[in-house]
């Protein structure tokens, strides 16, 4: 059974910067795609980014594309979400998923994810 457990969130001011980290486990991730997606208040869950576990290639949302950088850890079976230039607009509950294959379809659709962590929350003030 795959488990994500997500971790890094906080308050941070606007202009500010936050890890957050999503430890995977239960399997050999090499086939897997990874992404991150958030949640505002009263919004649908929308995605930021994911990365191909086999090659590191990566995809962002036009919204975070500059600020946010998506990387994995193979040792230590983590992925990462380096968030820069924080805005208000980006406070969310933020998720790692993991799904099997490598093909780029569909990567923005949270329904094409098998696996879910619980979320961390991030919050950016004015």
């Known amino acids: 059974q795959v488990q994500l457990v997500e971790s890094g969130g906080g308050l941070v001011q606007a202009g500010g910067s936050l890890r957050l980290s999503c430890a995977a486990s239960g399997r050999a991730f090499s086939s897997y795609l990874i992404g991150w997606f958030r949640q505002a208040p009263g919004k649908e869950r929308a995605f930021v980014a994911a990365i191909r576990w086999s090659d590191s290639s990566t995809l962002y949302a036009d919204s975070v594309k500059g600020r946010f950088t998506i990387s994995r850890d193979n040792a230590k079976n983590t992925v990462y979400l380096q968030m820069n230039s924080l805005k208000p607009e980006d406070t969310a509950a933020y998720f790692c998923?993991?799904?099997?294959?490598?093909?780029?379809?569909?990567?923005?659709?949270?329904?094409?994810?098998?696996?879910w962590g619980q979320g961390t929350q991030v919050t950016v003030s004015s």
């Open positions: 998923a993991a799904r099997t294959g490598v093909a780029w379809y569909s990567t923005s659709l949270a329904n094409t994810y098998d696996y």
